[in-house]
């Protein structure tokens, strides 16, 4: 386990200091990517999704929102929640973003077969299911 741990910082560090040099960082770039993926999200979802707490994610959403990245709703069915989506310039920003996660992607996997690459997703896939199923 402390492979997974160590390797797990160390990568979410290294991306961390190349999205600085975009004036992003690892949590705001997920949050771009997984809204985009979804269309739109509530702010619960995009949070659990990121794997942060709320009064984080509460700040992330804030700093999309000043620089009109994202824009928010409250959710029609549930005062509570508010919705999110991209705006034009979120989407713009992510898709400026994607060579250099996408080089980082390469960098970090060099090397590898895809083979491996496959093995490796496929076991932490199960252990992620394992944990959830026996811890949560």
Sequence with gaps: MCITNRSSKLFGDTLDRELRKIGLNRNIWLSLYFIDQHGQIT????????????????????????EELVQTHQDGNDHRQKIIQLTKAGEEK?????????HFQGLMTKGIPQNDLNTVARVMDQMVNNAQQNFD
Excluded: F
């Excluded at 794997?51 to 700040?59: H, L």
């Design 43 to 66: 702010q619960n979802e995009l949070a659990k999704l990121v794997d942060i707490k709320g009064p984080s994610m509460v700040k992330i959403i804030r700093r999309l929102d000043e």
């Design 94 to 102: 992510l898709m400026k973003s994607l060579p250099t996660v996408t």
